[in-house]
């Protein structure tokens, strides 16, 4: 995809949501991060929302890591 759109920065956006949707985390902290680094055309609210749901996910990611591995075999699931 990247070669096929190069520079543009709704691709991070996508990508950061499949990986959301997948519930790979890490992977959609960075590709939220990378669009919000490559798109400098963001409305306050749009930069904010997004912002906000790299938040979440780190909060999800400290949390998850916090619990025993039982615990986390059991809660293994989306963070809200």
Do not use: H
């Not at 991060?33 to 609210?45: A, E, I, K, V, W």
């Not at 938040?55 to 890591?65: D, G």
């Amino acid at each position: 995809a990247e070669r096929v759109a190069p520079g543009n920065p709704r691709l991070w956006l996508n990508m950061a949501i499949a990986y959301d949707s997948l519930a790979q985390y890490n992977q959609a902290i960075d590709n939220y991060q990378r669009f919000l680094d490559s798109n400098t055309s963001l409305t306050t609210t749009e930069r904010r929302e997004i912002q906000t749901r790299i938040r979440e996910l780190k909060a999800y990611l400290t949390l998850e890591a916090a619990q025993p591995p039982a615990a986390q075999q059991a809660g293994s699931g989306k963070a809200k």
